[in-house]
């Protein structure tokens, strides 16, 4: 059963150490989504890759918020220093080429910074 | 600028009945809309989309979508609700030529035995 795989689940931190959270996308898929979900703000893009290129982060704080895809197989989506507003969760998904907007996503990583 | 609204954020139905969760669409030349559902601590799942062709989409779980065009809407529909759908539900469009998918606010969908 193929599915994304984000870790950790669940990430509490203090303000100003630095989060990483890690995601597999499905084997195979070529296109990576960033999201981040808050009640104030609902689903909001943070950056996407396809074939491990950047195409768009332009919805992500570039301050403090970076995304990469060392191979295939991982993309991380780091914050440093961390600040309280960060708390949300964070969703990867996955898309192949022929039906990238039919994206699976994972579980999330439900992060909050105190 | 493509976005999806959605008006209700809140669907109460009793099992068994029919449900409709809203959706409305503002975009520029031919619009992409898809319909994601959303489990407790779970990712979104998608459910069905509209790209071209028939106006009465079908999709995962027995749900279907209709687009109208005059109304630029693209409803969410089931004939008999189950207390397993009770879920969050998320409208989207595609941003324009892009990969991107911009999503509604949601609406929370409760179903009652």
């Known amino acids: 059963d193929a599915r994304v795989t984000q870790t950790p689940r669940h990430k509490v931190t203090e303000m100003g150490q630095e989060v990483t959270m890690r995601c597999q996308p499905i084997?195979?898929?070529?296109?990576v989504f960033w999201y981040r979900q808050t009640m104030m703000q609902g689903l909001e893009l943070l950056a996407y890759f396809r074939n491990r290129a950047p195409l768009d982060d332009s919805g992500m704080p570039k301050d403090r918020f970076s995304a990469e895809m060392p191979d295939a197989t991982l993309a991380t989506l780091k914050i440093q220093p961390s600040e309280p507003r960060d708390s949300a969760v964070y969703f990867c998904?996955?898309?192949?080429?022929?039906?990238?907007?039919?994206?699976?996503f994972g579980q999330g990583t439900r992060l909050t910074v105190v | 600028a493509q976005s999806v609204a959605q008006p209700e954020d809140q669907v109460n139905v009793a099992e068994g009945n029919p449900l409709t969760v809203k959706c409305t669409y503002s975009?520029?030349?031919?619009?992409?809309l898809f319909w994601y559902v959303q489990y407790p601590n779970r990712g979104l799942q998608f459910l069905l989309k509209y790209i071209t062709g028939d106006n009465l989409v079908k999709g995962s779980y027995g749900f279907e979508a209709e687009f109208n065009k005059s109304q630029t809407s693209f409803h969410l529909k089931k004939p008999s609700a189950l207390v397993s759908d009770s879920a969050l539900y998320f409208c989207?469009?595609?941003?324009?030529?892009?990969?991107?998918?911009?999503f509604g606010t949601g609406t929370r969908l409760q179903v009652f035995p």
């Open positions: 975009v520029s030349g031919n619009p992409y």
């Open positions: 998904a996955s898309g192949s080429a022929a039906k990238v907007t039919e994206a699976f």
């Open positions: 989207a469009v595609r941003d324009g030529g892009t990969d991107k998918l911009i």
């Open positions: 084997l195979g898929h070529n296109t």
